[in-house]
Structures are given as structure tokens and as C-alpha cells.
């Protein structure tokens, strides 16, 4: 199987119809999409990821409308959250009926579901009779694509298309929430910051994205959206060396050469950092160089996701 990179719905359509699995744009990052009702579609995410079963999957749905069937209970302040943030990209944890496959929860009693905003994502949704399972469409454990070149290199032969939407707007994964004891919990930083969660809520959401919690969610284990070369954190301390790349939030400080240096953002904004920060790292990794640095946001609004993605894609190297 080749993969090809196209802008026609129908094709994509067809294929997902047909129980295969393509790669499609959100406003996150890139999927890849199954039919989620399907089981061996489903089972070929899995398989074609490199991703353990027992790591559960978000449903993608038009609207909650379409996702009423598969959900048994969407507390008051979820949909205070759903009317305020979707389409968009925060993902709910919600007790689930009997018509979603076991597979796509790995068992647990909870289901992911999600209304992305991705205007030709939109468009395939509302021409699909069914949902779709959609984990990131990068193999295991590496970078996620915000492009369609990047899935395609990622995954060339193993899926037929690449829904080509362009580059994905916000460039990291959903939020994901749930209900604790009458209170939303965050389980995955993303998108959508806690400080815009808390203001709608009037409350402060308590964070469980620990490893150590059960169940183990891909998005909560400790060495992920790693690249290849060695990235680690810039302090001060580090001296330009040859054979190193360097990524700054928006300065890149005297002494360091142009070439071998990227600044993730013109005006110092987390959104264009977050835009730009996937692709940069899978461009960096792909230039050769011996090892990579990093400079750290600040944990306030979105640098509290960008931190929590680069201290499990620096762990690895620490
Ligand atoms: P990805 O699709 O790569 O963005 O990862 C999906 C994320 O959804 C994982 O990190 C999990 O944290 C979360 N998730 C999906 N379904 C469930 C579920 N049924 N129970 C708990 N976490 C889930
Ligand atoms: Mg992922």
C-alpha cells in the first residue's frame, strides 16, 4: 500500500467505510482515524501505532448530540465546559453505554469522547454514519504530526489516505476532564489551559496526570513525545557547541549561530509556541545533530501543557 496525501473527503470516506484506517487533520494534532464502532478497524489503530491495547482511545463525534447514544451521564459542569470550549479541543471522560467497544475504552467503564472543531474533520464527521476512534498518528511513544507530510512519514504504506486539512492550529492534544466527587478533574493538560477551565467553572479543577494513577492512559506515561536525538533542558549555563541544535521560545541569545538555532515564536505568544512546537521538534530531530536543547516555559496557562510534554519527552534522556 502506498499513502497518498489528499483533500478529498469522499476518498477518506470510503476507506474508513471500508474498515481501514487514514490519517485525518485536527485542530490538535493529526489522527488516525477508524471506524470506532468496528472492531478490527479499531484493532488496526492499535496495531499499525505500535500501541498497547491498554491504552483506550477518544471517540470523535460531529457533536454530543450524535455521541447521546454511547453516553450514560454528562455531568452539569462538563456541559458548562462543552458549551463554552466545543467544537474544540477538550475531551471528556464520561460513564458509558453498552454500544461502545470494549476495546475502545481497554475495558474501563469510562469513554473519551470529543467534538473537534477541524472544519474538514467537520465536514467528514457529519458524512460518516459512525464516530471515529482517533488516537495521534504518530507511532508509540514519538512525536505527534501537525501536518499531513508528517503522518505520511510517520506511517508511509501503512494507511491508504492522509486527509490533508493543513497545519493544525492549536498543535498539542486535547485537554481531557472528567467528574471526581462532584468536581472536574483534568487528567491530561492540552489545548484548552486550566486558568480558561477555572474561570468557566468558578472552581479549580484538581490535576491526576500522574502515572502512578490507574488506569494507565497513554497521554500519563512517563517517556513519551520523544524525538530521537537527545533533548534536554536549556539552562543558562549551556554554551553553543557545534552539532547541536537549540529551540527558544522567542529569543535566541548572543553568541549562539543562526543555523543551528530556532525560535518557536516571533512575538513570545504559548499559542504560536504550541502551533509550531511538534513540527519543530520532528524538523530538529531530522537535521542530524548529536543533541538537542530546549528552553523551558513558564508553568502558567498554556507552558503548563508545553512543560508537561517536555518533561516526559526530556525524561527519557535525563
Ligand atoms: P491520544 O489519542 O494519543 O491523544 O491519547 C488518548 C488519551 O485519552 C489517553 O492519554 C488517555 O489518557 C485518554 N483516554 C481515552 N479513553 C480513556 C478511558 N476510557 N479512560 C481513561 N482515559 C482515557
Ligand atoms: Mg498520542
Known sequence: MTTGITQDISKVATALQQGLAVGIPTETVYGLAANGLNEDAIASIF?????PTSNPLILHFFSL???QPFVEAFHEDLLLLEKNFCPGPITFLVPKTGLVPELITA???R???RFPSHPVLRDLLASLEFPLAAPSANRYGAVSPTDAHQVQQQLDGEIPWVLDGGLCSYGLESTIVGMEEDKVVIYRHGSIPL???SVVLGYIPAIKNQANASPLAPGMVKYHYAPNTPLKYFENSVQAKERVGYLFIQHIPEGFPPMQCLALSQE?????VARNLYRSLIEMDAQGFDELYIEKPLPEGLGLTLLDRLN???AKFG
Open 268 to 272: 513570545g505568544d504559548l499559542r504560536e
Open 65 to 67: 448530540l450524535q455521541a
Open 107 to 109: 475495558g474501563l467503564p
Open 47 to 51: 496495531s499499525i501505532k505500535g500501541r
Open 195 to 197: 486558568d480558561e477551565l
Open 312 to 314: 516526559r519527552a526530556t
Open 111 to 113: 469513554v473519551a469522547v
